[in-house]
T-cell receptor, first 115, second 111 residues
Framework: DQQVKQNSPSLSVQEGRISILNCDYTNSMFDYFLWYKKYPAEGPTFLISISSIKDKNEDGRFTVFLNKSAKHLSLHIVPSQPGDSAVYFC??????????????FGKGTKLSVIP | KAGVTQTPRYLIKTRGQQVTLSCSPISGHRSVSWYQQTPGQGLQFLFEYFSETQRNKGNFPGRFSGRQFSNSRSEMNVSTLELGDSALYLCVSSPTVETQYFGPGTRLLVL
């Protein structure tokens, strides 16, 4: 049972336009949601996160929106640049009673920004 | 500040052997987690250590184990390797839930 789903395996966007990457989840107990960017042969790089008590977080060109009632979040990249081309992973975290946190990842969306 | 380091970066083993992977977290980070990435299953949580104690464990068989040392360095061990254990193993160094830093990974190939 996939608790975090990224239904679009790939996305192509023109340089300068907005990229919107989507993510759906099923577990209402998730406390934090995170987005990671991954280049081939490298570990994922943290981009931006949002607490479950917020509905928006912005950091430069990256904005994450959270819709708890729909169990949906999205990452907006404006404007998109060729260097943004990578695989983007959505992840969700539950903080356990012991204070531990584990990430549950989606399968990723490959973003291609066309010059 | 140095990032998360993992050694070795690449490893080839045969079925039935065992393997030990190492991770050095960012200085000052006490939480270290391990993840397995495969094309079919994606990124899956293995376990998390904090101050030498395993706080959480994912849904993997007992062949997968780990430990953390007093300097926060962590090792994971896989015994009796199977072909399906071929994967990228990623270590995560973390001070808080919303900031988690991945290492470059160890790519394990089991023949």
């Amino acid at each position: 049972d996939q608790q975090v789903k990224q239904n679009s395996p790939s996305l192509s966007v023109q340089e300068g336009r907005i990229s919107i990457l989507n993510c759906d989840y099923t577990n209402s107990m998730f406390d934090y949601f995170l987005w990671y960017k991954k280049y081939p042969a490298e570990g994922p790089t943290f981009l931006i996160s949002i607490s479950s008590i917020k509905d928006k977080n912005e950091d430069g060109r990256f904005t994450v929106f959270l819709n708890k009632s729909a169990k949906h979040l999205s990452l907006h990249i404006v404007p998109s640049q060729p260097g943004d081309s990578a695989v983007y992973f959505c992840a969700a975290s539950v903080i356990t009673g012991a204070g531990s946190y584990q990430l549950t990842f989606g399968k990723g969306t490959k973003l291609s920004v066309i010059p | 500040k140095a990032g998360v380091t993992q050694t070795p970066r690449y490893l080839i083993k045969t079925r039935g052997q065992q393997v030990t992977l190492s991770c050095s977290p960012i200085s000052g980070h006490r939480s270290v987690s391990w993840y397995q990435q495969t094309p079919g299953q994606g990124l899956q949580f293995l376990f998390e250590y904090f101050s030498e104690t395993q706080r959480n464990k994912g849904n993997f068989p007992g062949r997968f184990s780990g430990r953390q040392f007093s300097n926060s360095r962590s090792e994971m061990n896989v015994s009796t390797l199977e072909l399906g254990d071929s994967a990228l193993y990623l270590c995560v160094s973390s001070p808080t839930v919303e900031t988690q830093y991945f290492g470059p990974g160890t790519r394990l190939l089991v023949l």
